[in-house]
């Protein structure tokens, strides 16, 4: 049973920076690609971020290039998601998922945490 469990949101002002924690358990993630996805009030679930743990490879939603960086720590089971310079804009509900294979283009995932609200004061 593959668990995920998001942490470290928060209230933050607008420019400001946070680091989001997911910690993986119930399977060796080396096969797998690890997502952010966040989801706005009224909005559809917009892409963030994906890792491949295996590799390293990575993809990142056109909003965030350039301001958010996705890793990975596999002593710790852990992928972070590190977010600078952020805006009220990206306030939103930010969950984590994965899914077996490489595939960081992939926008289908099969397993997914609760999530970590994520609040950017202007």
């Known amino acids: 049973q593959v668990q995920l469990v998001e942490s470290g949101g928060g209230l933050v002002q607008a420019g400001g920076s946070l680091r989001l924690s997911c910690v993986a358990s119930?399977?060796?993630?080396?096969?797998?690609?690890v997502g952010w996805f966040r989801q706005a009030p009224g909005k559809e679930r917009e892409f963030v971020a994906a890792i491949y743990w295996g590799g390293g490879s990575t993809d990142y939603g056109d909003s965030v290039k350039g301001r958010f960086t996705i890793s990975r720590d596999n002593a710790k089971n852990t992928v972070y998601l590190q977010m600078n310079s952020l805006k009220p804009e990206d306030t939103a509900v930010y969950c984590c998922a994965a899914h077996l294979g490489l595939g960081v283009t992939r926008r289908t995932y099969d397993y997914w945490g609760q999530g970590t609200q994520v609040t950017v004061s202007s």
């Open positions: 119930g399977r060796t993630f080396s096969s797998y690609t």
